[in-house]
């Protein structure tokens, strides 16, 4: 069970939780940022960071959705869309421009979409794993209610559901380590280290949650976001070997360590999960901290292949079969690189061993 000031109930159909009951905590002392609000709005407002945003457009490839094997395609940010036994489902769903509550000020997305939210063919459900505004955004959920067949989201979350909408019916609320079946899948709703909120005063009064995703054939990890802690390993005892983990890489700093990982920290969790390939989430497409766009696809690669793990790092709009994993170079592929500056490929390079 996920810990929280008050007991985890769930609600009566209908109902709201009373904001003020409950609040949310992560297992052991974290550290969010929140302390350290004014060091990080004047680095924000004084620090200049080289390429926090990228230089020329990035590349995305059109959605290809035919065919009926199993398939996932990254659609930005942690958006992605993934078609297991002929079902498919939609995770952290996220379309507006900016990942915000105003569509004129924020975080605005580096790239194009490689579809849009009328492209979607129909899903069997959608997964939130909190509702922060670069994972739950108001517009897309509305849009989707015509779409999906349920919204599976941690307790709490579904309170910012119904007031977006959506029938009381169509939402499955889940604790850490809970599961529901439908069409054949199973969704585990699993641990996180993070923290939530969508305004000043509502701080950690929904959950927030991983999940592991099995069908007939495969067995996937989804991280939302997450500081590196004990429950990877936890979760890789219950659930490994993973076929596949999802796993946010981006928007890290020293400030708030424990809710966001390093990048070497994501790579330390697959292995933690016992995954057999990474795909990391949550990077290249919002500015959201203080480090170069492509650093964190840079730092994880580094530490893949000083482990000898298989990371995918594949177009936004690249179809995944995830029967084909291994034979499809294209997919390891460091597109990044391309538009990274020259300087600093430069010096990449030289810190390279012959």
Aim: charge should be neutral; include cysteine.
């Amino acid at each position: 069970m996920s810990i929280a000031d008050k007991p985890c109930v769930f609600l009566r159909p209908g109902t709201t939780p009373a904001p003020a009951r409950r609040r949310f905590r992560n297992g052991a002392k974290t550290l969010d940022g929140s302390a350290a609000l004014g060091q990080i709005i004047w680095r924000y407002l004084t620090q200049k960071v080289a390429d926090k945003t990228p230089r020329q457009s990035i590349p995305v490839q059109a959605a290809d959705l035919s065919g009926s094997h199993d398939m996932l395609l990254k659609i930005s940010h942690s958006s992605v869309l993934l078609r297991l036994d002929g079902q498919y489902l939609l995770l952290d769903p996220v379309f507006s421009k900016r990942a915000s509550p105003l569509q004129w000020l924020g975080p605005k997305r580096f790239h194009a979409l490689p579809l849009q939210l009328d492209e979607l063919p129909q899903l069997s459900a959608v997964l939130i794993s909190h509702d922060h505004y670069d994972h739950l955004d108001k517009h897309a959920v509305r849009a989707l209610i015509s779409k999906t067949r349920r919204f599976i989201v941690p307790l709490g979350v579904d309170a910012h559901l119904r007031r977006f909408g959506v029938p009381n019916d169509m939402i499955t609320v889940l604790d850490w380590w809970q599961q529901t079946e439908f069409a054949g899948l199973t969704v585990h709703a699993t641990p996180a280290q993070h923290f939530s909120g969508r305004g000043i005063n509502d701080k950690n009064q929904t959950l927030w949650a991983s999940f592991v995703i099995e069908s007939s054939q495969k067995r996937l990890f989804f991280s939302g976001d997450s500081g590196y802690f004990s429950g990877f390993a936890e979760i890789g005892r219950r659930f490994g070997p993973i076929d596949v983990a999802m796993v946010e890489t981006g928007a890290y700093d020293e400030l708030w360590a424990d809710i966001h990982m390093q990048p070497e920290q994501s790579l330390r969790a697959h292995l933690d999960l016992q995954a057999a390939y990474l795909i990391p989430i949550h990077n290249s497409s919002f500015d959201l901290a203080m480090h170069a766009w492509y650093e964190p696809l840079e730092r994880l690669a580094a530490a893949a292949d000083a482990y000898q793990a298989q990371l995918v790092t594949p177009l936004f709009g690249a179809s995944v079969d995830l029967s084909q994993l291994s034979f499809a170079p294209a997919l390891h592929h460091a597109w990044w690189r391309e538009l990274m500056p020259a300087q600093v490929t430069e010096q990449i390079q030289l810190q390279i061993p012959a």
